[in-house]
């Protein structure tokens, strides 16, 4: 892969910290600017990619952890640098297209994450399900570009979440595991690389699944079990005859 000065490159691809430290008019969430200090060091500890500098990989990478941070932290959609504000669109796995300023009201677990048996994310907003989140993976949850299949204008990218599961989650208990989900996402970007729309695509049911495989936890502080064995009814059945 062919790489170039990143000097020469937009703000918004570069290091997401001289995003940051750029950002001296900007609006944020609480206040002060996020501190992705504990994150690199997560990521420089769990990485199992590292790609070149000005590398396409890394340009990519770079671009959708300026996105997140965008997202998270800056309250004005018109002032995130990574993308057309106003035409700016995001969907995951064929679902309802969000614009940027229902992004940043909704946040980007309640944009992967739709209705299902363990999340609703039709009944949470932005604070609820950080904390849902960010309770279940107190370390952090990082992410890192696997490989770049296609350049711009539409960038089609392979890509790992992950995170140690040390807390709760909606009742269910920590199972300690390392919880891995991997995913595909095309990005139509302008020649400058803001993105335009991003399409996201990977198995949450799978992810809610394995938070929710150590069974749930009752009033009396015991777990149930998260799976029941297929036949525990018949057998209860015929107890009874």
């Known amino acids: 892969m062919t790489s170039t000065e990143p000097n020469n490159l937009p703000l918004w691809v570069q290091d997401r910290?001289?995003?940051?430290a750029a950002g001296t008019d900007v609006q944020w969430r609480y206040q002060n600017p996020p501190d992705y200090s504990r994150s690199k060091e997560n990521l420089a500890k769990e990485s199992i990619y590292h790609h070149l500098e000005g590398s396409l990989e890394l340009i990519v990478q770079n671009l959708v952890k300026t996105l997140e941070m965008e997202v998270s932290f800056k309250v004005d959609s018109e002032q995130w640098l990574?993308?057309?504000s106003d035409r700016f669109r995001v969907s995951t796995n064929g679902g309802?297209?969000?614009t940027a300023r229902e992004l940043g009201a909704?946040?980007?677990?309640?944009a992967f994450m739709a209705d299902s048996e363990h999340y609703k994310a039709s009944e949470e907003n932005f604070a609820s399900s950080h904390k849902i989140f960010h309770s279940a993976f107190p370390q952090g949850f990082p992410w890192e570009v696997m490989e770049v299949y296609s350049g711009p204008p539409n960038v089609t990218f392979?890509?790992?979440?992950?995170?140690?599961?040390?807390?709760?989650y909606k009742g269910h208990p920590p199972t300690g595991e390392t919880v891995e989900?991997?995913?595909i996402s095309v990005a139509r970007v302008t020649d400058d690389l803001q993105i335009i729309s991003l399409e996201n695509y990977f198995d949450n049911a799978l992810f809610l699944e394995k938070l929710t495989a150590g069974g749930e936890v009752s009033d009396s502080g015991s777990v149930k079990s998260g799976k029941s064995c297929p036949f525990s009814s018949w057998l209860q059945g015929l107890t009874k005859k």
Do not use: A
Not at 17 to 20: N, P, S
Not at 106 to 110: D, E, F, L, Q
Not at 158 to 168: A, C, D, T, V, Y
């Open 17 to 20: 910290d001289k995003v940051i």
């Open 96 to 98: 309802k297209e969000m």
């Open 181 to 183: 989900i991997t995913g």
């Open 106 to 110: 909704k946040g980007t677990y309640n």
């Open 158 to 168: 392979k890509w790992r979440h992950w995170g140690h599961f040390l807390g709760e």
């Open 82 to 84: 990574s993308v057309v």
